[in-house]
């Protein structure tokens, strides 16, 4: 057991036990000083005056005075005195009770009175039993008590205590099992009962060994798609590298270019893998501030159209109301900068892409809809293409450039401003993004 359990074991105990026995030996002090005489010997001797007054009520005033002499006398102490007359009939009709004494053979004194018509009378006065050693008083009952009380303050301290440190402990095991490695190691199920402190700590402990578990997995798929996705890429340097060594230092341009693609794509990725775990890190402030959202759409919307081929539409957008918005400007253009792009990249060249922006009538909530015409995504995979590195057609998306982390980083943003990001079909084809913002504090929204 821990040095913990002992401490608290200990101390209930002998807590208890200190004042248990303060307690007895004050009250068995004060008892000696009161009494004349031990208690016993008081109540015999008290039972024995009533029963003189009961023969002298009999042989001078009759049966009737000591039936009233009887019922004046406390109930508790009547119940050790009982007159039977000469058809042996006791006098208050309490036969039974005697009977039962007698066949239990109490012991009891009986003398026989007559009255001032020579009738017979028994007056039984019983012997009160003495009192259990443990319940008497006196030195011997005061010690026998306190070791009674001790016994069972010890059961009761016992259980006490390791209720209290029993929780402790498994917090320590399943501690240790995450410090080993053991991930899946929980507290909860070892105390289900409990409604208390110790059953909120243990649900803390396995949320926070959950998120844990969560971020250990998340990190090492991260881990294995990066170095997949670094494989490709490494593999064509190396194949344009020795095609390059064969041909000598003549008519190589075509497997420098090649390097050079590589190597942007190589640094691309770097860059997108970063600012995915910049984006998925608490650790990283969010700066917040209050923006035109509508001025900012607008700005990005131009600096992507400029990279688009011209004649074609590109991003069509109409900023028909003027929004401010309080958050992250920075985390704000990567989230819809990688929307647009990515929509961009699946859309038909032909028809573009619709971005608009609206706000519910309480005027707590923003929407973004960012919307291409490509082929749009199966259903079942919806909700998968916002996870790192998930690709719908892996051909097509390595032929676009992407690497699948856009939407990821989107997601992250979107949650650490509280909102939502969810992607649907749309109706006529291709695929709508849509993203709801909260607002803690009534935005301005002006018609343009």
């Known amino acids: 057991m821990s040095s913990l359990f002992w401490k608290l074991f200990l101390t209930l105990w002998l807590s208890i036990v200190g004042f248990s026995a303060s307690l007895a030996l004050l009250n068995d002090r004060l008892a000696r000083e009161q009494w004349a005489e031990e208690p016993a010997n008081t109540f015999s001797r008290g039972i024995y005056r009533i029963g003189q007054r009961l023969k002298a009520a009999i042989q001078e005033e009759g049966p009737e005075e000591a039936r009233t002499e009887l019922f004046a006398i406390p109930r508790f102490s009547r119940s050790y005195i009982y007159v039977v ?29 007559q009255d001032l018509e020579g009738n017979n009378y028994t007056i039984y006065l019983v012997d009160r039993i003495p009192p259990t050693t443990i319940l008497a008083p006196g030195t011997q009952g005061t010690i026998l008590r306190l070791l009674a009380a001790a016994l069972i303050s010890a059961l009761v301290s016992f259980f006490l205590a390791r209720s209290l440190t029993q929780p402790l402990e ?8 995450i410090a080993a490695g053991d991930l899946d190691a929980r507290v909860g199920n070892s105390i289900p009962q409990r409604h208390d402190e110790f059953s909120q700590l243990a649900a803390d402990f396995d949320l926070m060994a959950e998120r844990v578990q969560t971020m250990q997995q998340a990190n090492r798929r991260l881990l294995r798609d990066v170095s997949h996705e670094l494989r490709s890429p490494l593999a064509r340097l190396t194949v344009a590298v020795e095609i390059a060594r064969k041909k000598g230092a003549e008519n190589i341009s075509t497997e420098l270019n090649r390097i050079e693609l590589e190597g942007q794509r190589l640094e691309s990725l770097v860059n997108d893998v970063l600012g995915l775990l910049r984006e998925t890190s608490e650790h990283s402030p969010k700066q917040d501030e209050v923006l035109n959202l509508t001025e900012m759409l607008g700005e990005l919307v131009e600096v992507v159209n400029y990279e688009v081929a011209e004649g074609k539409p590109g991003i069509l957008w109409d900023p028909h109301l003027q929004i401010s ?28 892409v619709e971005l608009s922006q ?9 929407e973004l809809v960012v919307r291409d015409f490509g082929c749009g995504v199966p259903e079942a995979e919806l909700e998968k293409i916002f996870q790192p590195f998930y690709r719908v057609q892996e051909s097509r998306d390595r032929i676009s450039g992407g690497h699948g982390i856009g939407l990821s980083i989107a997601f992250a943003a979107v949650g650490r401003h509280g909102g939502q990001i969810r992607a649907s079909n749309a ?13 803690l504090g009534k935005p301005v929204a002006v018609n343009a």
């Open 170 to 177: 498994n917090l320590r095991l399943a501690t240790r099992k």
């Open 427 to 439: 109706d006529g084809g291709g695929l709508s993004v849509h993203v709801s913002l909260p607002v």
């Open 85 to 113: 007359d000469g058809q042996n009939r006791e006098i208050l009709q309490r036969d039974e009770e005697l009977k039962v004494l007698q066949d239990r053979h109490r012991r009891m004194e009986s003398q026989i009175v």
């Open 325 to 352: 918005y309080q958050g992250d400007r920075e985390l704000l253009w990567r989230t819809m900068e990688n929307l647009l792009r990515n929509a961009l990249r699946h859309t038909d060249p032909d028809q573009g």
């Open 358 to 366: 609206s706000l519910d009538e309480q005027g707590k909530k923003i």
